[in-house]
């Protein structure tokens, strides 16, 4: 796979990196070098253009003021919706979960508009925030194995008929509306509540990433001691009573 080559966009690392989610980048590119593949990564400012020629979009998580303004930005600016017009992978966590929905609410407690990417609404909760660890099944048709991951949220998300949930939960809030589902995704955008980084949790989520923006079935093995190890440790973690 050496003579392929990938382009990795990091939107808004000024504004939307909570809770590490810039691990969730850091993966994604040594798991594709790993492979022999050229990496070009390209993080993008708020105060810069969205490129729309990228193969993975990454964007995580953020405090509500943040998440506004990256908002406001990304309409404006409009390049992640061409990127996503053109075949782009995207994948969000969190505040950028939300933002690619059709609506949220913001800091100011109005009704924000989001990029319409994923078909979600995103409202607020009344009750107790959604924190602490999480199992959840991933939807069977992407082939992937038990998600781990944290959440911390106040937010409730709701899909409509396009998106599917990324995951049903094991236990832990998820999407927060008492259907057991977590995140969404519609074609080859993707939303999930779950930090950690998620993928150093979850590494076959990058690798699922990776083969989509290759149009592969499969890729090379990698060593996956360590992140297998890490699995292990947070799912026994999570698994045990209170």
């Known amino acids: 796979m050496s003579d392929s080559s990938l382009r990795l966009v990091w939107v808004y690392p000024d504004l939307l990196s909570t809770y590490g989610d810039q691990g969730n980048v850091l993966v994604v590119e040594r798991r594709a ?24 979009y990454l964007i995580g998580g953020g405090e509500d003021r943040p998440q506004r303004l ?23 966590v969190c505040a950028g979960y939300q933002i690619l929905g059709h609506e949220f609410i913001n800091d100011l407690g109005e009704r924000e508009p989001g990029l319409g990417l994923i078909d979600v609404i995103s409202t607020r909760g009344e009750g107790e925030r959604c924190v602490g660890d999480v199992l959840a099944d991933i939807d069977p048709r992407l082939g992937l194995p038990q998600l781990t991951g944290f959440e911390n949220h106040q937010g409730i998300t709701h ?6 949930p990324f995951a049903r939960t094991v236990f832990g809030k998820g999407n927060g509306t008492g259907d057991g589902t977590e995140g969404a995704y519609n074609d080859t955008v993707f939303g999930t509540y779950m930090h950690g980084p998620v993928m150093a949790r979850n590494p076959q989520i990058a690798d699922l990433l ?16 360590w992140y297998e190890a890490l699995r292990a440790e947070r799912i026994a973690a999570a698994s045990q009573p209170a």
């Open 159 to 164: 899909l409509g008929p396009t998106a599917r």
């Open 33 to 56: 070098r790993q492979r022999g593949l050229d990496v070009q990564r390209v993080d993008v400012r708020s105060d810069q253009p969205i490129p729309t020629s990228g193969d993975i």
């Open 70 to 92: 990256a908002a406001e930005r990304l309409r404006r600016d409009g390049g992640l919706n061409r990127a996503a017009e053109n075949g782009a992978i995207i994948f969000s």
């Open 210 to 225: 990776l083969k989509l923006a290759l149009d592969v079935n499969a890729l090379p093995p990698t060593d996956d001691r």
